[in-house]
C-alpha cells in the first residue's frame, strides 16, 4: 500500500493513529505527534537547514524537507551502526533487541492483515500465526496449519532465543559468586 492509516487500540483505552503515504511531492515527510492529558510531544521534518522565511506572501521553511530516508536518517544510521560494531568489540547488548524487532514484525503484519481483510486485527491473533524459521525468517501461517493443541499461544517473548547477553551476566556473576574471600581463605 502507498498509502494507509492505522488505528491502534491499547487495553488502557490509549489509541495511537498512525497514517503513512509513501509519496510526498515536497521531499521525504516524516512528522511525529503525540497528544496525552498533561501536554503534548512533537517532531518536525529535517531540513538541510533551520532558516526561515517570514513574508506576506509565504511562511515556513526555506528549502524543502530531505527527499530521500538516507538523506534524513544518515546520521541515525550512522550511529546505529557505531553502537552495533561497539557491542560486538566489547561483548555488550545491542541497543535493538530481537524483541524490539519482533514487536514492529508482529504490528506491520497485523496493519497487513487488517488492510487486506478490512476489519480489526489484534496483535494477539498474529502472535498465535507467526512461524519463525530461525532468526531471520519468519512467516504468517494460516491458522489451519497447526492441528488442534500444538497452536502458538502465550507471551510473543516466548518467541525469542533467550538472551545471551543476560545469560553471559549470570554466568559472570556465579563465577564472581565462587571465588573465595579473604574470610574463606584459611
Not at 487495553?11 to 498512525?18: D, E, I, L, T
Not at 494477539?124 to 504468517?140: I, M, P
Request: charged share 25%.
Amino acid at each position: 500500500f502507498d498509502t494507509a492509516s492505522c488505528i491502534v487500540r491499547y487495553p488502557n483505552g490509549v489509541q495511537a493513529m498512525v497514517d503513512v503515504c509513501r509519496q510526498s511531492s515536497y521531499g521525504y515527510d516524516q512528522r511525529a505527534e503525540v497528544l496525552g492529558t498533561s501536554g503534548t510531544i512533537a517532531t518536525d521534518n529535517v531540513y538541510p537547514n533551520t532558516a526561515k522565511i517570514y513574508k506576506n506572501s509565504f511562511t515556513g521553511n526555506a528549502d524543502m524537507p530531505y527527499d530521500f530516508f538516507l538523506s534524513r536518517y544518515n546520521e541515525a544510521y550512522v550511529t546505529e551502526t557505531v553502537a552495533f560494531c561497539e557491542s560486538l568489540v566489547n561483548d555488550s547488548p545491542v541497543p535493538c533487541t530481537g524483541q524490539d524487532g519482533l514487536a514492529a514484525l508482529i504490528m506491520a503484519l497485523a496493519a497487513d492483515k487488517s488492510a487486506e481483510e478490512n476489519r480489526w486485527v489484534s496483535f494477539q491473533e498474529v502472535v498465535k500465526s507467526v512461524y519463525c524459521e530461525d532468526a531471520t525468517s519468519c512467516e504468517l501461517l494460516p491458522m489451519d496449519v497447526f492441528p488442534e493443541g500444538f497452536q502458538m499461544s502465550g507471551d510473543p517473548r516466548d518467541l525469542l532465543l533467550p538472551d545471551v547477553d543476560e545469560q553471559k551476566a549470570g554466568e559472570r556473576r556465579e563465577a564472581v559468586s565462587s571465588i573465595p574471600s579473604d574470610d574463606d581463605v584459611q
